[in-house]
């Protein structure tokens, strides 16, 4: 990749060593200063130019490697196959790791222009910290509560593989057959878990056993009722071809074939597999039961918030948080004239039918249209916060019923790099009265616009950076932003009606709960029922949002904990650069500066930030 780039720091090194050999020998020609310019231009793009050589080749032979993140991104290549999930490709991946590292060293970090420089470092810490973490490959489980290979197989189908042509319908088959062994390989690897002691706590067992059965639930695994989610879907992509209908028909056959002698005996056989797990199944939830349970832990604490704070110092912070927005919510009681503690405070807005779309179609579907509408309405005050804008579309979505139960609240899909998907923003209307109306503002804004949707979407729509910046990931950053882009809505004038910024509190009151709950469950043994007391006791969330949630913090530790230090580390830098800059302070310019490189590291983001703030300062002098 070409990068013909030059930034101010670059070109004032040139021109100050320009001006150095003038004043050390007067009496040398004027082509010497001018020389040693070219020259010292000529190795910064040289060198700039072989180290994006180097990570767009790294990018591309990951991209080779994975048919997934190849559907992901929009490619078709290998679209009759699935990834290498086995032990041997993992060893694989890990030399893989170890030798760009070593080849990244081969780089003059010294020659690389400033943009390269910052990606060098990210590329770096990311190598770095797969490499740290390689030992604990197999602390954690790949069939859980949150996700897992028994619902992300079906969901990749639906969703990620493209059927415009016959080829594609061939491929799409291809695949059917090829779950057969992508349920071996899976089952290979619980097994392997298992031995080591590393089993799934006891309630995970009774909501992964159904959302795994409802994949084989249907047309044409039983003689009765609607088509299989699987089944129902390649039928709609097939009918959408230009073929003849005996085409189609000997297609829809082939899959129907595919679906009763590959995917229904594998599925049964995981079903089998999870039924025994079960029995043995414990009640200890916190990862300090795993061998090195602690280590580990402090290494998911290091993953997801890019900093060394400690689980005793992120424990801390959630309390003092804690505290600090009961206050504010104290104040929203208050101004609405609730007469009573802010528990009963909690108690009406968790009960009263009002806050709530009735369990219904037309309940689920007026949900969908007033999020939809909500965004819309934001979209129309973007332009006057931020300069970098995305090009893609989003769509509000509901969750794919078959997979609702098992699924997250609310989450946010990426478009493909082609454009030929939307950015989505999934909402879970399973149960209704876990979707208040109060929050339904934050929830988009976090999920959709300016959250996830335009972070993710102008990251991948960067020009000038290497491809891997456009798909790496640092949690903090991410949702740190997401649950920022909360808070600058109320900046922008939204939450008008005050149970709406009630409900604003209450999401940053639930991320500030996960610093206590998670470090809680992971760091300190707390039981699963001594958190979901915590959450119920703090928050106004219904018992269905605890119970979920507290699920979700066990089987992925530490991932909770990233929202609200990212979100802390970005607003702090805001006002930081609003006092340090004064006059010169443009939120348009920091909103962008926080966008145009992608995710980062905390302590990356805070260097770019003052970098910045410099520059403006300067230029305004």
């Not at 699935?82 to 890990?94: F, G, V, Y």
């Not at 309390?319 to 108690?347: A, P, T, W």
């Not at 969908?368 to 769509?395: N, V």
């Not at 830098?573 to 340090?580: K, Y």
Request: aromatic share 10%.
């Amino acid at each position: 990749m070409k990068n013909t780039l030059k930034t101010v720091s670059t070109i004032a090194l040139v021109l100050s060593l320009a001006a150095c050999g003038q004043n050390e020998d007067a009496t040398s020609t004027a082509e010497k200063p001018q020389e040693t310019a070219a020259a010292a231009v000529e190795a910064v793009q040289t060198e700039t130019e072989r180290y994006y050589a180097f990570v767009e080749d790294a990018f591309n032979r990951a991209v080779d490697r994975s048919p997934g993140f190849q559907a992901y991104l929009g490619i078709k290549k290998d679209t009759d196959k699935w990834d290498d999930t086995s032990e041997a490709r993992a060893l694989e991946n890990h030399e893989i790791a170890k030798d760009n590292l070593a080849k990244l060293a081969e780089i003059d970090y010294a020659a690389l222009d400033e943009r390269a420089k910052l990606s060098y470092d990210l590329f770096k810490q990311e190598v770095e910290r797969d490499l740290r973490e390689f030992t604990y490959r197999d602390h954690g489980y790949p069939v859980n509560t949150m996700f897992g290979a028994h619902t992300q197989i079906p969901t990749f189908l639906m969703n990620f593989h493209r059927v415009d042509n016959k080829t594609d319908a061939e491929a799409f088959i291809t695949r059917l057959n090829g779950i057969g062994p992508q349920i071996d390989q899976l089952l290979i690897n619980l097994e392997r878990r298992q031995k080591a002691g590393i089993v799934p706590p006891k309630f995970v067992f009774p909501v992964v056993i159904p959302a795994t059965q409802n994949v084989i639930t249907g047309a044409p695994f039983t003689d009765t009722g609607e088509d299989s989610p699987l089944f129902a879907n390649f039928k709609k992509k097939v009918a959408g071809l230009d073929l003849p209908d005996e085409e189609k028909q000997a297609l829809i056959l082939q899959a129907e074939t595919a679906l009763t002698t590959v995917v229904k005996p594998s599925y049964e056989k995981l079903i089998t597999f999870l039924g025994t797990q079960e029995k043995t199944a414990t009640t200890d939830d916190g990862v300090w039961k795993f061998p090195d349970g602690e280590a580990f832990y402090n290494s998911m604490l290091k993953r997801y918030t890019t900093t060394d704070l400690t689980a005793d110092e992120v424990h801390q912070i959630g309390l003092d948080n804690v505290v600090r927005i009961h206050g504010e919510m104290q104040g929203i009681m208050n101004k609405v004239g609730f007469e009573g503690s802010l528990q009963d405070f909690f108690k009406f807005m968790r009960e009263d039918k009002q806050f709530y779309y009735p369990s219904t179609d037309e309940g689920r579907e007026a949900y969908l249209a007033e999020a939809t509408a909500i965004i819309a309405t934001m979209k129309q005050k973007i332009p006057a916060y931020f300069g970098l804008l995305p090009k893609a579309p989003m769509e509000v979505k509901r969750v794919e019923p078959f997979r609702e139960r098992s699924a997250g609240k609310a989450f946010y899909q990426s478009p493909s790099q082609d454009g030929s998907r939307p950015g989505r923003y999934y909402a879970n209307l399973y149960d209704m009265a876990q979707m208040p109306k109060y929050q339904m503002e934050a929830l988009a804004f976090h999920e959709g616009i300016p959250g996830h949707h335009m972070q993710r979407s102008i990251t991948q729509e960067l020009e000038g950076v290497p491809m891997f910046q456009k798909f790496t990931g640092f949690t903090a950053y991410t949702e740190g932003w997401g649950l920022y882009s909360e808070l600058l809505a109320k900046d922008m004038g939204f939450y008008k009606d005050p149970y709406s910024d009630f409900g604003r509190l209450a999401m940053e009151l639930w991320r500030a709960c996960r610093l206590v709950v998670d470090t809680g469950l992971h760091a300190k043994r707390w039981t699963r029922q001594e958190a979901m007391n915590y959450l119920s006791e703090n928050t106004p969330n219904p018992s269905g949002d605890i119970e979920n949630a507290i699920n979700r913090y066990i089987v992925m530790p530490g991932q909770a904990t990233a929202y609200m230090i990212g979100k802390i580390k970005i607003h702090e830098l805001r006002e930081w650069a609003r006092e340090e800059m004064g006059t010169s302070f443009d939120i348009k310019g920091f909103h962008d500066e926080v966008l145009r490189h992608g995710p980062v590291p905390l302590n990356v983001l805070e260097h770019n930030i003052k970098a910045w703030a410099a520059r403006k300062t300067m230029n305004s002098q």
